[in-house]
């Protein structure tokens, strides 16, 4: 069952420290639409589901990227899109939504969606994998 979107942003606000839920909500959709691009499939589908429908809309509306982002571009290209950020808030905004989302998919969920990421998503999401 999909989280709520009040208690989803304010998980977010909590583990960004965010002054106001509109910080969070400003990065949750950021984060979600980039990582929408990169994730195709069932998995991408079950994600959605847990999330609440604003946000999983937001996910499953980009175009496919053209070739997947390693975790630094992805970096960069949140930061390009949040106005005033630079690649270390970008970092944080990542690792407050992506943790996030890695609760409410859930372990299994989580290393499945790993899996169609290049190596190092595990960082941002939270969950570093034993090499």
Do not use: C, K
């Amino acid at each position: 069952m999909a989280i709520r979107a009040e208690d989803f942003l304010e998980r977010i606000r909590e583990r960004g420290q965010y002054d106001t839920r509109h910080e969070a909500e400003r990065a949750a959709r950021v984060v979600l639409a980039l990582l929408g691009a990169h994730l195709f499939g069932e998995e991408r589908s079950t994600l959605a589901a847990r999330l609440p429908e604003t946000f999983a809309l937001i996910l499953l509306n980009p175009l496919p990227a053209a070739e997947p982002l390693s975790p630094e571009r992805f970096v960069r290209a949140t930061a390009a899109w949040i106005e005033g950020a630079t690649e270390q808030t970008a970092t944080w905004d990542i690792g407050a939504v992506l943790s996030v989302v890695a609760e409410s998919a859930g372990d299994d969920l989580t290393r499945r969606l790993l899996l169609q990421l290049p190596v190092g998503y595990d960082l941002l999401f939270g969950r570093p994998q034993p090499v």
